[in-house]
């Protein structure tokens, strides 16, 4: 019997090596292990920092928050005319002149009548030539086809009218019922108009997350608070060449794991999620198997990784966590107490240990 003794130490020994479950190294201002970051241009290892959530931290993120939102490409609202462009189709009519039209004359059907601009910007017309009307109005075409046809004709008298907007175009795709390429004609086309126009979003769009490319840059909209707290600034006009993508919210979760009542994946709704809400969701901390001081937040952010540790041993905390917002993959783990992992530790290897060396005993007769 004394010979098979010396075998718990030995198992409790390497069981401190071995304890189950994921841990953070307390009090460290940097992660465990180092992970991707992008610096310069360039993906390299580094330790990620890991920051308290505090006040200060709270209050800096939300300003930082408000610079973004105030970000926003300028509206540039169009003014004036509507500026001919290349693929638009121009109706020219010559009064008295009904040669000079398209076949069938001045009651030609419109949707068959049209001359298209070219791809340079240039409009052939006869007698005139080939006419530069790219960037111009119809009334400057018109002026234009007028001084033109003086010199042939007495008293010319000509209409210019745009039938088919063809140069100034958005695409709108994304969680949309009708996605595809919308025409811009004279009246300014705003996101809340193109999203109408592609037949309003679909259920499982994220409004509060839709992101506006434009000239190489990414920029993210919250439409959902202009639908319900009339955030105008959001609602830009939209230029030739943007792309509006409506995001899907099923890729909005957040990663609830540890000591909770139940680990889960939740889903952001309405583009707000806060840590409060996530514990609470999971069915609140374990504070019999948990460690309150050790709440983290563990943000991937594209290469750019994020740790936030929340000390909630004072219920008071929870007015932090409660201001603190998540963002989509976020993982939230509350840690485990030291004596809950050796209890489990002692779970898993004791039983086992005493039942071998219960039958060495038994065999050598003691």
Same mark, same amino acid.
């Given at each position: 019997m004394l010979r098979s003794m010396p075998l718990i130490p030995v198992l409790l020994l390497q069981a401190c090596s071995l304890t189950p479950g994921m841990e953070m190294e307390t009090n460290s201002p940097l992660s465990h292990i180092e992970v991707p970051v992008m610096k310069d241009g360039k993906?390299?290892?580094e330790k990620a920092k890991i920051s308290q959530i505090t006040a200060d931290l709270i209050i800096d993120r939300e300003n930082s928050r408000? !610079?973004?939102?105030?970000?926003?490409? %300028?509206?540039?609202? +169009?003014?004036?005319?509507?500026?001919?462009? +290349? @693929?638009? !189709?121009l109706q020219i009519t010559v009064w008295e002149h009904p040669e000079l039209n398209d076949p069938g004359g001045e009651k030609i059907n419109p949707e068959l009548a049209g001359k298209m601009v070219q791809d340079d910007g240039m409009l052939y017309y006869p007698y005139v030539g080939n006419v530069p009307v790219a960037g111009k109005t119809a009334n400057e075409v018109r002026e234009l086809l007028s001084?033109? $046809?003086?010199?042939?004709?007495?008293?010319?008298? $000509?209409?210019? !009218?745009? $039938?088919?907007?063809?140069? @100034?175009r958005a695409a709108v795709v994304g969680q949309v019922k009708m996605p595809g390429?919308?025409?811009?004609?004279?009246? +300014?086309?705003?996101?809340?108009? #193109?999203? %109408?126009r592609a037949g309003g979003v679909t259920e499982d769009a994220d409004t509060s997350n839709v992101m506006l490319a434009r000239d190489g840059k990414l920029y993210k909209i919250d439409v959902m608070r202009l639908y319900e707290k009339g955030g105008t600034d959001q609602n830009l006009v939209l230029k030739d060449g943007d792309v509006l993508n409506v995001s899907d919210r099923k890729d909005n979760k957040v990663f609830v794991m540890g000591e909770v009542g139940r680990q889960q994946a939740l889903q952001i709704n309405k583009g707000r999620l806060t840590l409060a809400q996530a514990l609470a969701e999971a069915y609140g901390v374990d504070f019999n198997t948990s460690r309150p001081e050790e709440i983290y937040v563990i943000r991937s952010g594209e290469m750019q990784p994020e740790i936030f540790q929340l000390n909630a041993e004072s219920p008071d905390a929870l007015i932090l966590a409660d201001q603190f917002n998540l963002q989509a993959h976020?993982?939230?783990?509350?840690?485990? #107490?030291?004596?809950?992992?050796?209890? !489990?530790?002692?779970?898993?290897? $004791? +039983?086992?240990?005493?039942? %071998?060396? =219960?039958?060495?005993?038994?065999? =050598?007769?003691?």
């Open positions: 993906l390299v290892k408000q !610079r973004a939102v105030n970000n926003l490409p %300028s509206q540039n609202v +169009p003014t004036g005319e509507y500026k001919i462009g +290349p @693929h638009d !189709r001084q033109g $046809l003086s010199k042939y004709f007495k008293k010319v008298k $000509l209409d210019v !009218r745009v $039938l088919a907007y063809q140069s @100034h390429i919308q025409a811009m004609t004279e009246t +300014p086309l705003t996101i809340t108009e #193109a999203i %109408s976020d993982t939230v783990f509350v840690g485990t #107490a030291g004596v809950t992992q050796w209890s !489990r530790v002692l779970n898993q290897i $004791l +039983p086992g240990s005493f039942t %071998s060396m =219960m039958g060495q005993a038994a065999m =050598m007769g003691i």
